[in-house]
Each structure stands twice: as structure tokens, then as C-alpha cells.
T-cell receptor, first 112, second 110 residues
Framework: EAQVTQNPRYLITVTGKKLTVTCSQN?????MSWYRQDPGLGLRQIYY???????DKGDVPEGYKVSRKEKRNFPLILESPSPNQTSLYFC???????????FGPGTRLTVT | GQNIDQPTEMTATEGAIVQINCTYQ??????LFWYQQHAGEAPTFLSY????GLEEKGRFSSFLSRSKGYSYLLLKELQMKDSASYLC???????????FGPGTRLSVLP
């Protein structure tokens, strides 16, 4: 089954404790993205990747890191999480930026 | 950069027709997407318009006017399961990033 998976689905952590949210897709897609979704602000792109070893900032990259060492995986790293990073995070993949994006189920992160 | 605007909320009755508007301002244009998102779930793709005009897909249709920076999503024969948020989105022409509008939350009442 074609899908995008994210782990964990729910995470409660404390300020400053490094965490990684994993994202994996099995569709051989080149383009992958991370978004955060906050009430009233909609979906905002954090980082995206056009292909392996090619990543770039979206609209809200501060406080986040990503890597793309393999085509299928695109982890999101929060080196020192802060409460303003409490949000719902989605990973997505597509064949290109003008193609339909497939979204993962989301990761609800709470930073206290 | 992009600026995308949508109404925040809409309400309609089961069986009716509803039109959800989206206006955008971009420095370039590479098409416009509509996604549906049920509460607590991931967005799912509905449509993609790159040329002017109406594209029909079952009960859902999407219209685009590039000269006016305007699109709408038309939902016919509304069903309760159509209660969801509808997101308008455009890829950035100069970068490779992707910008979503704030979304319109549609409530379908019996």
C-alpha cells in the first residue's frame, strides 16, 4: 500500500530535550516536505527536499533541522524544542512540487 | 512571495451546493491545488488547476481564473461527510516551496 508514515504520532516532551520525528514514504517520490499546522494559521511549510542530499527552507524553518540521506526518509529534528513548537506536524511526499502531495497521518507534539 | 485568502467558515445544508472561494497573489504561477482535511486527519488531494476554466470531478468541481488570481471549489449534492476544512494551495514559482491558504471550515447541516 502506497503511504507516508510518521513516528511518533503523539509526543509530549520538555523544553530543550532533543527529539526526532521520522517520516518515510514507499512511493519513490523525490519531493518531500514538513509542515506544521496551528489554529488560525493553516499549514506552513518548514523544510522541503527536492531529492537526496537536497534540502531547503520553507516559510518557518527556525528551530528545526532536516536531513535527506535516503530517498524514502526525511526526518525532522528539533535540537532544543521550545513551547512555541507545540503543534501538529505533517510530512508529505510527491513526485514534484506541482504534483499531488501525499500526507502522513500527523504527529501531535507538545513541548512543556 | 504568495498571499492566499479564503473565508474562514461556511455553513450549508445537506443536498445543497456550496462554493468556496480562494484568492491568491503570486510572483509567478504554477497551478493551484485544493485539499480536503477532516478534523484530526491529514489533508487529501482534491484537484489541481493550471489552466483557466472549470474542471469537474464527480460532485466536486474546481475553477481557475489566472488573470483575476481567483479560484473556487464547488461542491454539489452536499453530504454530511463533506464537513471538513478545504485548503487552497500554490507552489512558489521562484523557490521550490509550497504555500497553503488558511483553509475554509465547512459545516454541512442536516
Amino acid at each position: 500500500e502506497a503511504q507516508v508514515t510518521q513516528n511518533p504520532r503523539y509526543l509530549i516532551t520538555v523544553t530543550g530535550k532533543k527529539l526526532t520525528v521520522t517520516c518515510s514514504q514507499n512511493m519513490n517520490h523525490e519531493y518531500m516536505s514538513w509542515y506544521r499546522q496551528d489554529p488560525g494559521l493553516g499549514l506552513r511549510q518548514i523544510y522541503y527536499s527536492m531529492n537526496v542530499e537536497v534540502t531547503d527552507k520553507g516559510d518557518v524553518p527556525e528551530g528545526y533541522k532536516v536531513s535527506r540521506k535516503e530517498k524514502r526518509n526525511f526526518p525532522l529534528i528539533l535540537e532544543s524544542p521550545s513551547p512555541n513548537q507545540t503543534s501538529l506536524y505533517f510530512c508529505a511526499s510527491s513526485t514534484g512540487r506541482t504534483s499531488e502531495q501525499y500526507f502522513g497521518p500527523g504527529t501531535r507534539l507538545t513541548v512543556t | 512571495g504568495q498571499n492566499i485568502d479564503q473565508p474562514t467558515e461556511m455553513t450549508a445544508t445537506e443536498g445543497a451546493i456550496v462554493q468556496i472561494n480562494c484568492t491568491y497573489q503570486t510572483s509567478g504561477f504554477n497551478g493551484l491545488f485544493w485539499y480536503q482535511q477532516h478534523a484530526g486527519e491529514a489533508p487529501t488531494f482534491l484537484s489541481y488547476n493550471v489552466l483557466d476554466g472549470l474542471e469537474e470531478k464527480g460532485r466536486f468541481s474546481s475553477f481557475l481564473s489566472r488573470s483575476k488570481g481567483y479560484s473556487y471549489l464547488l461542491l454539489k449534492e452536499l453530504q454530511m461527510k463533506d464537513s471538513a476544512s478545504y485548503l487552497c494551495a500554490v507552489p512558489d514559482n521562484y523557490g521550490q516551496n509550497f504555500v497553503f491558504g488558511p483553509g475554509t471550515r465547512l459545516s454541512v447541516l442536516p
